[in-house]
């Protein structure tokens, strides 16, 4: 059975960093693409970022650039993020999704409407 685990999330300060990590399982993950969204509280989900399939290639949301880091290791199936200078518009809960054979800034365009699985996700929370 396919499942996504996303873990890492917690409460910190302002400034400070987590690394997510979203344990993949159930489909073969090299074909996938694997990307990052998040819901704050009262808000619709957002994009935060992809990385391709096969070429590897990473997509973000101008509001992370320069902070989040996405990255993937193959041997674990596993994708992390790597979040640093966390802010309080942070705050949310993020999830991990994938697709099969997507493209990241596809990924990005469509706001995550054709993936093909979900986690659960994991609560960040950033106070000021």
């Known amino acids: 059975q396919e499942q996504l685990v996303e873990s890492g999330g917690g409460l910190v300060q302002a400034g400070d960093s987590l690394r997510l990590s979203c344990v993949v399982s159930g489909i073969t993950f090299g074909g996938y693409a694997m990307a990052w969204f998040r819901q704050a509280p009262g808000k619709e989900r957002s994009f935060v970022s992809a990385i391709s399939w096969k070429v590897g290639s990473t997509f973000y949301a101008d509001s992370v650039k320069g902070r989040f880091t996405m990255s993937s290791d193959n041997a674990k199936n596993t994708v992390y993020l790597q979040m640093n200078s966390l802010k309080p518009e942070d705050t949310a809960v993020y999830y991990c999704?994938?697709?099969?054979?997507?493209?990241?800034?596809?990924?990005?365009?469509?706001?995550?409407?054709?993936?093909?699985?979900w986690g659960k996700g994991t609560l960040v929370t950033v106070s000021s």
């Open positions: 999704a994938a697709v099969r054979w997507g493209v990241a800034q596809t990924i990005y365009r469509t706001q995550g409407r054709n993936m093909d699985y």
